[in-house]
Nanobody, 120 residues
Framework: QVQLVESGGGLVQAGGSLRLSCVAS????????MGWYRQAAGKQRELVAT???????NYADSVKGRFIISRDNAKNTAYLQMNSLKPEDTAVYYCNAVVQTYSGRYLQAWGQGTLVTASS
């Protein structure tokens, strides 16, 4: 009923930049929450950044000052601008959203992930 598709991952040199996109589609009345998470090899999935209309933005300490989360409500899209990438940023990045469908149901959806690799 609702799906998220991430894009924009790839291979970059340390210090470089990437912009990730997450497009939500389906029976969406409104999007209450969108966020980015990541999972590196051997580690648990962790919060990177979130954005809501009511609370604004939130960032993990490890990415503050380097990453920027934004959204385009008309396109049901969230972005993650990633600057000054470090090797430790290497991970699969996942989009997450909480949406209200036109049927009235609230759903939490996850994307399939996009791989970001920052090499030194």
């Amino acid at each position: 009923q609702v799906q998220l598709v991430e894009s924009g991952g790839g291979l970059v040199q340390a210090g470089g930049s990437l912009r990730l996109s997450c497009v939500a589609s389906g029976s969406i009345r409104s999007i209450n929450f969108m966020g980015w998470y990541r999972q590196a090899a051997g580690k648990q999935r962790e919060l990177v950044a979130t954005i809501t209309s009511s609370t604004g933005t939130n960032y993990a300490d490890s990415v503050k000052g380097r990453f920027i989360i934004s959204r385009d409500n008309a396109k049901n899209t969230a972005y993650l601008q990633m600057n000054s990438l470090k090797p430790e940023d290497t991970a699969v990045y996942y989009c997450n959203a909480v949406v209200q469908t036109y049927s009235g149901r609230y759903l939490q959806a996850w994307g399939q992930g996009t791989l970001v690799t920052a090499s030194s």
